[in-house]
């Protein structure tokens, strides 16, 4: 789990893959995630789609690009944490999101990623599969 943390905190920005209430895939930049209480987390606001699509279909997928020609892809159930302690532990990993939410705000949430697969792959080496 700490080697798909480190990952998405060097790329910066991933993909995050939803499906609409249509059935179609949705994806879209995300840069949040987090550890706390030993799970990995993302951040979105309950006003936008990809919350609406997380709790309807909670089964996701990341895609993020890193250094050297490899990238990782990520399999997850995206369950939401409605604790204000989860929230505020994601915040404070990225303040310039302090602007937009607050931990207590009705829009901020958080969702932990539970039955992870991790796909650590390259041109030059065979991938390496993580669960957590």
């Known amino acids: 789990m700490d080697d798909v943390l480190e990952f998405l905190k060097a790329a910066k920005t991933y993909y995050l ?6 059935g179609n895939p949705r994806v879209r930049p995300f840069g949040t995630i987090a550890k706390f209480e030993s799970r990995l987390y993302i951040q979105t606001g309950k006003k936008k789609a990809a919350s609406r699509q997380m709790h309807a279909h ?3 997928e ?3 690009v890193g250094k050297g020609g490899t990238w990782l892809r990520l399999a997850a159930d995206a369950v939401e944490d ?4 989860a929230r505020q ?3 404070n990993e990225y303040p310039g999101l302090h602007r ?3 931990a207590d705000d009705g829009n901020c949430e958080v969702f932990a990623l539970e039955n992870a697969t991790a796909t650590f792959c390259s041109f030059t080496a ?3 599969t993580v669960t957590f």
């Open 126 to 128: 065979e991938p390496r």
């Open 100 to 102: 937009m939410y607050a």
């Open 82 to 85: 409605d604790r204000v302690e």
């Open 62 to 64: 990341i895609c993020a």
């Open 89 to 91: 532990a994601v915040l």
């Open 17 to 22: 893959a939803t499906v609409d209430e249509e």
């Open 58 to 60: 909670p089964r996701i």
